[in-house]
């Protein structure tokens, strides 16, 4: 059984450096997308961006994955004009099938720690 460490201010202490270095990169993650049969790369978003999906109700998913993934980039004007996209979000839904795009959002949302970042001691030991 794994140990977890009890963090202290101490702890806390030692770790700033780390921890401050930490926040100012984003994090990011490859993704296999079977439609594509490839893999394409996405990066947390800010607290900013997940607000605004999350207001977004119906287009929030296709905001997420329009802002964070970052290879390919989905914002290039080559990329939504070989498409034929009107508007620039419409890009998300001409390149990934209507299912992986609320998978693809919710790996954004987990890289910045929305989902999954916190877990009661309880549920780790099962």
Known sequence: MKKYT??????????????????KQKKTKDLYVKSLDGTITIEEPDAALARDAQEMEEKGDAYIVYSCVIE????????QEAFGCVEPMEIVEKIFDVGEIPQIAVECIKLAGYIDGVKPIDDLKN
């Open 6 to 23: 009890k963090i202290t201010i101490d702890e806390l202490v030692r770790r700033k450096e780390q921890m401050l270095q930490s926040k």
């Open 72 to 79: 390919p980039c989905l914002k290039s004007k080559e990329l």
